[in-house]
Nanobody
């Protein structure tokens, strides 16, 4: 599965952005989909994940209550709605697809398919 991420940009603190992830071919139907983020010199950090077809969602503590991962079945995409953005949310955001076990969704190495990053910059 090849993934295309989009929707990044520059926003002021407190603002919102909506990221989208779509397969360039095929479907997410049989996969879980996740968002990770990375800043220079740091490891890729788990943000959120969900099974595309429904079920439990998981968020990192740093974004819980501000970010929402959801699917748009009509568009065959997974979105990350980011509200209440903070400067520390500044990062390149990556979407990923795969089937890691639920207790290990936070582990980037278990997700085999990745999109290119989309930059999110939050100014103070």
């Amino acid at each position: 599965v090849q993934l295309q991420a989009s929707g990044g940009g520059l926003v002021q603190a407190g603002g919102s952005l909506r990221l989208s992830c779509a397969p360039s071919e095929g479907t997410f139907r049989y996969y879980k989909v996740a968002w990770f983020r990375q800043t220079p010199g740091k490891e890729r950090e788990f943000v959120a994940a969900r099974p595309y077809s429904g079920g439990s969602t998981l968020y990192s503590d740093s974004v819980k209550g501000r970010f929402t991962i959801s699917r748009d079945s009509a568009k065959n995409t997974v979105t990350l709605q980011m509200n209440g953005l903070k400067p520390e949310d500044t990062a390149a955001y990556y979407c990923a697809a795969g089937n890691p076990p639920f207790g290990r969704w936070r582990e980037a190495e278990l997700w085999p398919y990745w999109g290119q990053g989309t930059q999110v910059t939050v100014s103070s």
